[in-house]
């Protein structure tokens, strides 16, 4: 799929600033350095139309990406910044839950864990969380080309069971290096917002 038009078009901290157009919206959601901003530029083409994180933990905000007016990307900023406090993690996490139990054009979230790691506790309760309001989620495991291919299925498991993942969830190795797992992204992307 190719897009030519991508807008980073607002950020929002409550639900007076989400758009209003009524489209599709499909949620990124990761620890920071994960590599978001550059599956989202991989999966449009470009080469940066998403910040990357030198600023880590810094805004926290949903930042919404008007993609040529059939969905959006919505950014959650990365969690598991030791930089951010108690009080500031709680708010955005306020602000997360608004979002996620209320918003009907929230199509589904991508987790991002990173494909050489055991996940996080944050990684963990996050998708816990998601399959507790049973929202359809894809977990997506980057920097694929750093892992020998022989580790892929040790890999692949320790990823299934940290976060107990559950049969119907889909885990796609990433990497935007290589391309790997584009196509597969975008499917489960169309699927889910129908675009
Ligand atoms: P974000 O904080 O989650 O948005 O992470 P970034 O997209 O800024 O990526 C963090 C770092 O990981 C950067 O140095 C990227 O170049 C690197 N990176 C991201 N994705 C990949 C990948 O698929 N393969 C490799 N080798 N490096 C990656």
Redesign the pocket.
């Given at each position: 799929m190719q897009f030519s038009q991508i807008d980073m078009e607002m950020s929002a901290v409550d639900e007076k600033q989400y758009p209003t157009k009524h489209l599709p919206e499909i949620v990124l959601s990761?620890r920071?350095?994960?590599?978001?901003?550059?599956l989202i530029n991989t999966l449009l083409s470009r080469k940066s139309i998403a910040r990357?994180?030198s600023t880590p933990g810094k805004t926290q905000t949903l930042n919404f990406y008007n993609i040529a007016s059939k969905l959006y990307f919505v950014d959650v900023p990365?969690y598991g910044y030791a930089k951010v406090s108690k009080k500031q993690r709680e708010q955005f996490g306020k602000i997360i839950e608004t979002y996620l139990q209320t918003r009907s054009e929230m199509k589904g979230v991508m987790l991002l864990v990173d494909a050489r790691h055991t996940p996080t506790e944050d990684d963990f309760n996050m998708y816990n969380y998601l399959k507790y309001y049973e929202i359809d989620t894809l977990v997506v495991a980057?920097?694929v080309?750093?892992i020998k291919r022989n580790q892929r299925d040790k890999q692949a498991r320790l990823i299934m069971d940290k976060l107990q993942l559950e049969p119907e969830d889909n885990l796609i190795f990433?990497?935007?290096?290589t391309g790997e797992g584009h196509d597969d992204v975008w499917q489960w992307i169309q699927t889910q917002s129908g675009v």
């Open positions: 990761g920071s350095n994960v590599g978001k901003s550059s990357t994180s990365g980057t920097k080309d750093k990433f990497s935007s290096e």
